[in-house]
């Protein structure tokens, strides 16, 4: 239901796909679709899964989009990969998003929140190795999930306004725990009223 007004459209490159788990979705409501990622084996399962489709399948170097020219993606989608991301990459993402996307696309990114808590997960992360594991197994500890530490909504709002993308919304989550770690971000080329949610 996130995505559903994007869909169905021309390109969507999807970043850090994995195995495909969100490509097999996305791969019926577009024309073209473009994944990239940087482990060599997850595209080579990738293009043995869908490469009879319209599917381009890319290594990445974590960083940059360099394989796709100017203004030719209408949609930019990641799930449950950019949570990994610290924010230095991620800005370099949304760099690329911003040159990518045509002049009306629109991103679906999947983020940490995890730099909104630093002071908690400082704590947390402070406390040895065997204990914390059983603190955080009964439920008295969050979990970070692995998730980037430096990246935050409002850090991530923030690259993205200084790149002129329009952040449509974002909408913080919790993911196994009781703080909320993760984002999702809608953002966009144009103003709000070209992009209209």
Request: one cysteine or more; charged letters at 25%; hydrophobic letters at 35%.
């Given at each position: 239901?996130?995505?559903?007004?994007?869909?169905?459209?021309?390109?969507?490159?999807?970043?850090?796909?994995?195995?495909?788990?969100?490509?097999?979705?996305?791969?019926p409501y577009?024309?073209?679709?473009?994944?990239?990622?940087?482990?060599?084996?997850?595209?080579?399962?990738?293009?043995?899964?869908?490469?009879?489709?319209?599917?381009?399948?890319?290594?990445?170097?974590?960083?940059?989009?360099?394989?796709?020219?100017?203004?030719?993606?209408?949609?930019?989608?990641?799930?449950?990969?950019?949570v990994h991301t610290e924010i230095l990459d991620l800005t370099s993402y949304l760099k690329e998003v911003a040159r990518v996307l045509k002049p009306?696309?629109?991103?679906?990114?999947?983020?940490?929140?995890?730099?909104?808590?630093?002071?908690?997960?400082?704590l947390v992360n402070g406390i040895p190795g065997s204990l914390r594991t059983t603190l955080q197994g009964r439920g008295v500890l969050d979990f970070d999930g692995w998730r980037a530490l430096s990246v935050s909504a409002e850090k991530v709002r923030r690259s993205a306004e200084q790149e002129q993308l329009t952040v449509h919304s974002q909408e913080l989550v919790p993911w196994g725990g009781k703080r909320l770690i993760d984002c999702f971000t809608s953002l966009g080329k144009g103003t709000a009223a070209e992009t209209k949610v």
């Open positions: 239901p996130r995505i559903r007004r994007q869909l169905p459209t021309g390109t969507i490159l999807e970043i850090g796909p994995g195995q495909g788990r969100w490509t097999h979705f996305l791969l577009c024309e073209r679709l473009v994944l990239v990622d940087i482990s060599h084996r997850c595209i080579e399962v990738c293009r043995d899964r869908f490469g009879k489709a319209a599917v381009e399948c890319h290594v990445g170097d974590g960083r940059t989009l360099s394989f796709q020219e100017d203004e030719s993606v209408d949609f930019v989608f990641s799930f449950e990969s950019l009306k696309g629109r991103a679906f990114l999947h983020h940490s929140n995890l730099g909104h808590y630093p002071r908690y997960y400082g």
